[in-house]
């Protein structure tokens, strides 16, 4: 993920059993969490599947009618309009509804979520959620500069037989004629497997379906955002899919970034041109995946709110249950180089969601990258780490096809692309493939707090 433009906060004053909302922490930057208006119900496990009674519950408590259900949508797919008009919209697979009503009738649902025998869980008001962009593309004259420059040092600081002096300040690993170095350390490159069968939902902004790099793949594409389609009108999204499902051999005839390169892609567009969605869209891109049997979401994107919320929680947690494991980005709080260890934000801090760190070429903890929380309860942890510092991977073709940046956004595609071939590898889904990737994670000198389970690993 990377930073947003601050903006006011539209705050709501009833939550679960009419407690106030979770507190909307800042960053460290001003920021704060803010809600949309509307509010999100989540259902205890023997509500779920009977959409039926869900519907007479809201109207019943709070006179919400109408509702509109997910499984009366070809694959679920809700239609933005009815997504963001509809009073009440409930996903049958996540238990989850997303309504809009008075003052009363919010009081009234909030009350029925403290009487034990009711089928809600809680209620919670419905957060904005962002993926904000990271470094601005580079420049390809930059880029061959840099590792121009990089080379030269290399050699400079090196015995002539090519040992390496210790300590030595340069880069551990580097983007080479054919490979990323995200590809090299996390050992993508010498897989022998391509994440065939495999279907990876990436829920971002939505894809360039016209990039010359995907063409010919199995691409299914949903927009859940009104007005736009799913064409990918801000970049951060064409480069997540790129990094977890890109080509082996960019048609552009540029180095190898993408991980999975025979996975099924789908493309989900949760977040507007402008980076900024809502939970409601982003529930309703997870059960379109589960529905979909996407055995991976990827999810870079958040909520800045410093404490853990059910409207995340459940949801990421039913649809490990079902086999789909959701992959998230960690979030890009922190300023570490000051004493700032930021905190994991929703969705990542869901504890069925895994919760992805961003390292460097040298595999250290990227500055911006987020610490787990230390105080129970409140925050996540994080699982496992990635590369999320200068990551090249695929932009729309308006914006020169290419480009790097950074951002625990970035390190979580090159886990995602790698639970891929994993289940490939060994048919594992859902706990089971989480518990594989963390098995095979490398070791690194840093914290756990920090990095998980290490820098995952591709099978090979």
């Known amino acids: 993920?990377?930073?947003?433009?601050?903006?006011?906060?539209?705050?709501?004053?009833?939550?679960?059993?009419?407690?106030?909302?979770?507190?909307?922490?800042?960053?460290?930057?001003?920021?704060?969490?803010?809600?949309?208006?509307?509010?999100?119900?989540?259902?205890?496990?023997?509500?779920?599947?009977?959409?039926?009674?869900?519907?007479?519950?809201?109207?019943?408590?709070?006179?919400?009618?109408?509702?509109?259900?997910?499984?009366?949508?070809?694959?679920?797919?809700?239609?933005?309009?009815?997504?963001?008009?509809?009073?009440?919209?409930?996903?049958?697979?996540?238990?989850?509804?997303?309504?809009?009503?008075?003052?009363?009738?919010?009081?009234?649902?909030?009350?029925?979520?403290?009487?034990?025998?009711?089928?809600?869980?809680?209620?919670?008001?419905?957060?904005?959620?962002?993926?904000?962009?990271?470094?601005?593309?580079?420049?390809?004259?930059?880029?061959?500069?840099?590792?121009?420059?990089?080379?030269?040092?290399?050699?400079?600081?090196?015995?002539?037989?090519?040992?390496?002096?210790?300590?030595?300040?340069?880069?551990?690993?580097?983007?080479?004629?054919?490979?990323?170095?995200?590809?090299?350390?996390?050992?993508?490159?010498?897989?022998?497997?391509?994440?065939?069968?495999?279907?990876?939902?990436?829920?971002?902004?939505?894809?360039?379906?016209?990039?010359?790099?995907?063409?010919?793949?199995?691409?299914?594409?949903?927009?859940?955002?009104?007005?736009?389609?799913?064409?990918?009108?801000?970049?951060?999204?064409?480069?997540?899919?790129?990094?977890?499902?890109?080509?082996?051999?960019?048609?552009s005839a540029v180095r190898r970034y993408g991980v999975a390169h025979g996975a099924a892609i789908f493309a989900g567009k949760v977040l507007s041109n402008q980076g900024s969605g809502s939970t409601g869209g982003i529930v309703a891109g997870i059960e379109w995946a589960v529905v979909n049997r996407c055995q991976i979401v990827s999810m870079s994107l958040g909520a800045n709110v410093n404490q853990k919320i059910q409207q995340y929680e459940v949801p990421t947690q039913r649809a490990l249950n079902l086999g789909t494991l959701v992959i998230a980005a960690a979030g890009n709080n922190a300023r570490r180089s000051v004493g700032n260890f930021g905190f994991v934000t929703p969705p990542a801090n869901a504890d069925a969601a895994m919760a992805v760190a961003a390292l460097d070429e040298q595999l250290k903890v990227a500055d911006f990258s987020a610490r787990s929380s230390t105080v129970a309860g409140v925050g996540g942890k994080i699982n496992i780490a990635a590369p999320g510092v200068r990551v090249f991977s695929s932009l729309p073709v308006g914006s020169g096809k290419h480009g790097t940046l950074s951002g625990t956004s970035m390190a979580t595609p090159h886990v995602a692309g790698i639970a891929a071939l994993w289940c490939q590898a060994t048919q594992a889904k859902g706990a089971a493939l989480w518990a594989k990737l963390q098995q095979s994670a490398r070791a690194l000198a840093s914290p756990a707090a920090d990095v998980g389970s290490g820098l995952v690993q591709a099978p090979q």
């Open 1 to 251: 993920m990377a930073r947003r433009r601050k903006s006011k906060t539209d705050r709501t004053d009833v939550t679960s059993a009419g407690n106030p909302p979770p507190p909307a922490s800042g960053s460290g930057d001003g920021a704060e969490g803010e809600t949309t208006g509307r509010f999100i119900v989540v259902f205890k496990d023997p509500a779920v599947s009977d959409a039926a009674s869900v519907k007479k519950v809201l109207n019943k408590v709070a006179g919400i009618r109408g509702v509109a259900v997910a499984d009366d949508y070809p694959e679920s797919a809700v239609s933005p309009e009815d997504l963001a008009k509809v009073e009440g919209l409930y996903f049958g697979k996540l238990g989850i509804a997303v309504v809009s009503g008075e003052e009363e009738a919010v009081q009234a649902l909030a009350t029925a979520a403290a009487d034990t025998d009711s089928p809600i869980m809680v209620i919670e008001p419905e957060y904005k959620a962002y993926a904000l962009q990271g470094l601005t593309p580079v420049a390809n004259e930059y880029l061959r500069g840099y590792r121009e420059a990089v080379n030269h040092l290399y050699d400079q600081l090196t015995h002539a037989d090519g040992a390496v002096i210790e300590e030595m300040p340069f880069a551990v690993f580097q983007d080479t004629a054919q490979f990323t170095w995200g590809l090299q350390a996390t050992r993508a490159h010498t897989s022998r497997f391509s994440g065939q069968g495999v279907r990876v939902a990436v829920l971002d902004t939505g894809m360039d379906l016209r990039h010359p790099d995907f063409a010919g793949r199995a691409i299914t594409s949903r927009s859940f955002i009104l007005g736009q389609g799913v064409q990918d009108g801000n970049g951060h999204g064409t480069h997540c899919i790129g990094t977890s499902c890109g080509p082996k051999q960019p048609a």
